[in-house]
């Protein structure tokens, strides 16, 4: 099975700030990589498709990159409503394996 | 408006039994494949099951087979999950999601709300 690993597991940033979450896979998933916001009490909201590819109606802020095992998801200027858990998924073989998130809250 | 509304959550005890429903409206709900993820309490996201569009084809997370049984009925719009043999880790929220296929990364493009399922005696 393929294992994602998130770093870190939480990270305290402001409101203008560039910040990067780190993505690792257990073996080469190629670009089958995808990321997902969740506030709380609500459910996943898709960010990211691809590695690299903006869901349509995300703000340009948000961006990804990467392919094999690593991946990054950046957030160039955090605004006050980008305080959430993000999520990878790996969609490459059908055990659709998410990381364990990472937690983004306000310094 | 492209949506999923979840059902069926509730207090079940240990080795009992419950369906959950996700009612699909505003897209062609028999071209996609449909999954169930759930969330335990303050826990990350786990992929349990998936179905493809005509229903003939299921696969589940190892800690779920033979247990739940996902199914769908294209002409109700309508995805479920059977969930027996309920043991106290099966609590979580469970959602339902659509597979975007549009592009062959099969993101989780569109989610349900959520239905919370507690085991407990």
């Known amino acids: 099975d393929i294992q994602m690993t998130q770093s870190p597991s939480s990270l305290s940033a402001s409101v203008g700030d560039r910040v990067t979450i780190t993505c690792r896979a257990s073996q080469s998933i190629i670009n089958y990589l995808n990321w997902y916001q969740q506030k709380p009490g609500k459910a996943p909201k898709l960010l990211i498709y691809a590695a690299s590819s903006l869901q349509s109606g995300v703000p340009s802020r948000f961006s990804g990159s990467g392919s094999g095992t690593d991946f990054t998801l950046t957030i160039s200027s955090l605004q006050p409503e980008d305080f959430a858990t993000y999520y990878c998924?790996?969609?490459?073989?059908?055990?659709?394996?998410f990381g364990q998130g990472t937690k983004l809250e306000i310094k | 408006e492209v949506q999923l509304v979840e059902s069926g959550g509730g207090l079940v005890q240990p080795g009992g039994s419950l369906r959950l429903s996700c009612a699909a409206s505003?897209?062609?709900?028999?071209?996609?494949?449909m999954h169930w993820v759930r969330q335990g309490p303050g826990k990350g996201l786990v992929w349990v099951s998936r179905i493809n569009s005509d229903g003939s084809t299921t696969t589940y997370v190892d800690s779920v087979k033979g247990r739940f049984t996902i199914s769908r009925d294209n002409a109700k719009n309508t995805l479920y999950l059977q969930m027996n043999s309920l043991r106290v880790e099966d609590t979580a929220v469970y959602y339902c999601?659509?597979?975007?296929?549009?592009?062959?990364?099969?993101?989780?493009?569109?989610w349900g709300q959520g239905t919370m399922v507690t085991v407990s005696s």
């Open positions: 999601a659509r597979a975007d296929l549009s592009g062959n990364y099969y993101p989780f493009d569109i």
């Open positions: 998924q790996q969609s490459y073989i059908t055990s659709y394996t």
């Open positions: 505003g897209f062609t709900f028999s071209s996609y494949w």
